[in-house]
């Protein structure tokens, strides 16, 4: 049972990889290979590769999978203030690893033919060395089986299919082969981390029963015939049907094995393959397979898990007391809030409705959001999606739903899920709501909310040097609180007319604080200004950690460090901005939530994103750069004051001048602002892009369809509110209207009778390409023209001319070219790089006239200019593959270049999906496939092979390669003790995880390998005579 409730706790918070097959499964490194000692560093480091290996969403709304079958049957938005560490992300757009098209069930992997130089010539090889060894003749059948598979992975690449259940010994026998007999293996290791609880509970009992069989060769013998048995009664019935004739076959081939089984290896195979010629290829894939017997196993785990004891049946909110008592040991909740308790009794809960519930920051709704779940996966036996805003750091708001192309999004995903399931429960949950009532009209939801938070919290004002507390029962809203006693010399007044340094003295080091700062630059400057007035004393505090934190940074930086954070980390302060890398970003937020820095000096984006609270709050100014603070933005940032359990109370202090008085007393008492959708107003990326897919994945495909599924959306429920000149009806006739003009949609029309016509739409290909590659269709056209040019004279003597296809379209807009820089690097082109921008239209006298301020008499197109620059940063860095460096010659923020490349390689990925639709740009797509992984990993060429690796980011990729392991085959045959003494830094856990990832990644490409192999060597569904002979037989 605690095994079990282990495993229930890593379904929750890990993330989750690609399912791989059995073979792939039956091929890794299994138990000694994980050391529990390190468990929680590395759960860190998998998260952090987890985010690096994904490419940049192409959706803003990120679909976070916890399955066990296709379809979801609940439905979770939001994710509470949720720590980094436990967020898990699933890439949304379609990247470099899609996945391969299922293939039929073939016994064997790349057997050549029947020819004496044939694969099976290989095993009857084989098999006589076996037989030949004293030591090896009791169980020569089995040693034999043993290495045939063995061989078969390292040498042609063949996976062991579904029936060969007894493999299992596979593994320890290659890495014996490979001279690893210092290495314990054990079952069951490295799954934990891949698959969900109940697989790996399934995987440890087949594994656990192979060892049985290997001890007894009797049983071993009978392998095909009981492994074929399990099998089909673990899949679903209509799975397992076959046609007789096949059933017929079958029971030849394991007549015969029966009546031979003391025969060769060699006579095994040609039986089973003689047999296989003459039976009807099976209609369902291997992939099929392993998705039902695992899927069946799941439910039969979970069902043995609730009933295994009548004390066990849900006394934790319907779930097994396990679950209450792992919240317990790895959370420290000992018991719900009151609330949390209501919300999950309540009758819409029980009767699953759909429900929305809304509570201040900070309360708990993350927790009501995981017992949901649960609930979900464990009672149930349903899958569950949680869906949370897509942005640089995450935090829950469903109230998303009304803010730009993001809440477009979310709006159209839910839309089509209550459209299509009436099955699905919808749950939505958000800090702040306030016109309620709409969404849960659209929704069809009941809705609860409280303003419980678990630690009081005190809002203040700052005029001058008075501070006043937040009154709603006062006159003017607030009341006098206290003078600032701080002695302030001259040359601090002027740094430090906002008094900031006596603010953040009163809390830090001892407590946390976090300062808002209007804008990126302000926030450095902020955490410079504070150091230099902070005594030597606060030097001393956590100096060790402090050091480490700087050397971490420098680390990740490949030896470059901010200047302005080597400054101010010793004394325990550092600013938290989108121009700093995702990596500093998470150890800077790691050392901020265990202490080490006390300070954060930051932008707004912190407050939407991950759950760092403080003790105090400091707002600098009511601004949001140039833009008045909203409600909602100042109710977010003074929600991360007070941390539950760690402090009694919370405070915040807003810094105001007299002139903004009267707007920060109405910023305060307002109420907050109405959430609207957005899914008109953002018209290409809304309403446009809704209806291409609803004709593209034949949800709606008439006017009347359409109209029906708009009244349902959340613009449909507001359509009052929000249209004053135009009607739904109009709507939806002029956007049909334009994506049939723009040549994504044909409209046909059908006369019912002589008064009813209907009008039905089908998708053109320019219309698929544009869906399938998810492109913004303000920006379809344009691709489509880029690329036909591209087809005239693609320069492929270098990627800048790729490079430039693949730059997005939406981050042009936000350039503003460094003109001198630019022509720095024009005039260091080739002769071929310069063809690329005569090509585009940009000359080298243009970019000198823009340098020197001389007036352009040639109209030049501004898009094309600025796309260009953007192509020579990533260009550059592609060369370079140092972020710092591009940085500085660039003169831009490392991190908005980070994003830049995360972007750049996201469209990538979505052009080559675009293409794979037009046969006319099939020369781009072989060309994109290895752009897009040049751009995900952004390294030498020599090294993505090993970055593709989980666990080895691009400076163990360099140890790993000096060391001479230079491919995926060279890590899966790797030693992890040999590493651990090879690679410097390397600790055992982290050695058995690359391994065991390069071996699961080998068998995923070997399998790969053999569903091509199978897909060639199938009788072609069109065959002539093929129809005409199955009824002659019938």
Known sequence: MDECGSRIRRRVSLPKRNRPSLGCIFGAPTAAELDPGD???????????????KTAGVLPVEVQPLLLSDSPECLVLGGGDTNPDLLRHMPTDRGVGDQHNDSEVDMFGDYDSFTENSFIAQVDDLEQKYMRLPEHKKHATDFATENLCSESIKNKLSITTIGNLTELQTDKHTENQSGYEGVTIEPGADLLYDVPSSQAIYFENLQNSSNDLGDHSVKERDWKSSSHNTVNEELPHNCI?????????????????????????????????????????????????????????????????????SNDLGPFYSLPSKVRDLYAQFKGIEKLYEWQHTCLTLNSVQERKNLIYSLPTSGGKTLVAEILMLQELLCCRKDVLMILPYVAIVQEKLHMIGEGSRGATLEMTLAKILYTSKTTQIIGMSATLNNVEDLQKFLQAEYYTSQFRPVELKEYLKINDTIYEVDSKAENGMTFSRLLNYKYSDTLKKMDPDHLVALVTEVIPNYSCLVFCPSKKNCENVAEMICKFLSKEYLKHKEKEKCEVIKNLKNIGNGNLCPVLKRTIPFGVAYHHSGLTSDERKLLEEAYSTGVLCLFTCTSTLAAGVNLPARRVIIRAPYVAKEFLKRNQYKQMIGRAGRAGIDTIGESILILQEKDKQQVLEL??????NCYSHLVQEFTKGIQTLFLSLIGLKIATNLDDIYHFMNGTFF????????????????????????????????????????????????????RASFKGTIDL?????????????????VLESLLHLIYLTTPYDLVSQCNPDWMIYFRQFSQLSPAEQNVAAILGVSESFIGKKASGQAIGKKVDKDVVNRLYLSFVLYTLLKETNIWTVSEKFNMPRGYIQNLLTGTASFSSCVLHFCEEL???????????????????CVKAELIPLMEVTGVLEGRAKQLYSAGYKSLMHLANANPEVLVRTIDHLSRRQAKQIVSSAKMLLHEKAEALQEEVEELLRLPSDFPGAVASSTDKA
């Open 716 to 767: 449909g429920v507001q359509q009052k509110i929000l249209l004053k000149e135009k009607s739904l009806w109009e709507i939806t006739v002029e956007s049909l209207r334009y994506l049939t003009e723009k040549g994504l949609l044909q409209k046909d029309t059908i006369y019912k009778s002589e008064e009813e016509v209907q009008y039905n739409f089908h998708i053109t290909k320019l219309g």
């Open 668 to 673: 305060i008492t307002k109420p907050l602002e």
């Open 919 to 937: 046969e006319e740009f099939w020369v781009y797509r072989a060309l994109l496939v290895e752009l897009t992984k040049k751009l995900t990993y």
């Open 39 to 53: 468990e929680g560093k590395e759960e860190e480091e998998m998260v952090a590769e987890n985010r690096r290996r």
């Open 241 to 309: 049907e076959q046609p007789q004739q096949n059933d017929e076959s079958s029971s030849k081939v394991r007549t015969s094995s029966d009546m031979n089984r003391r025969k060769s290896i060699k006579d095994h195979l040609k039986s089973a393959m003689t047999g296989n010629a003459k039976a009807q290829t099976p209609i369902f894939s291997r992939s099929k397979q392993l998705k039902d017997t695992i899927l069946s196993e799941e439910i039969n785990v979970a069902k043995k898990t609730i009933e295994s004891s």
């Open 778 to 794: 303000a920006y379809c056209d344009i691709l489509y023209r880029d690329l036909k040019k591209g087809l005239e004279g693609l």
